[in-house]
């Protein structure tokens, strides 16, 4: 079926959220939900179970380990890694040293 006869649905509701490991926050899965028009929204609860159940089919790690926060889908940056302040439960951007060359005496100077 060529894709011009099918009926258009536009974007509703997108959510997204970070599943990650309770005893260090980091940040381990991304999950996105899209809500076409139309649609019933399900369960706030049933969402984050289901990211935590996908989180641990792909990593390993057991579903008991992980907590869900759900965030606005403008919070990630492509490239960017992330952690989440187990306190406050608010997802933080970690700081990424740079790698670089060694500028001129700068090797001679840590000797």
């Given at each position: ?6 009926t258009?649905y ?12 309770k005893a260090?926050g980091?940040?381990i899965?991304?999950f ?7 649609a019933?929204a ?8 289901d990211?935590v ?13 992980l907590g869900?926060?759900a ?16 306190k406050?439960r608010?997802?933080?951007?970690m700081k990424m040293?740079?790698?670089h060359?060694?500028?001129?005496g700068?090797?001679d100077?840590l000797e």
């Amino acid at each position: 079926m060529p894709y011009s006869s099918a009926t258009p649905y536009a974007v509703r509701r997108h959510a997204s959220y970070v599943v990650y490991e309770k005893a260090t926050g980091t940040v381990i899965h991304l999950f996105h939900v899209e809500l076409m028009e139309g649609a019933s929204a399900p369960e706030q609860t049933f969402i984050e179970r289901d990211a935590v159940v996908s989180a641990s089919r792909v990593s390993g790690k057991s579903e008991a380990s992980l907590g869900v926060l759900a965030i606005s889908p403008s919070d990630i940056k492509p490239g960017a890694k992330y952690v989440v302040d187990l306190k406050t439960r608010t997802l933080l951007e970690m700081k990424m040293e740079k790698s670089h060359p060694a500028e001129p005496g700068e090797a001679d100077a840590l000797e």
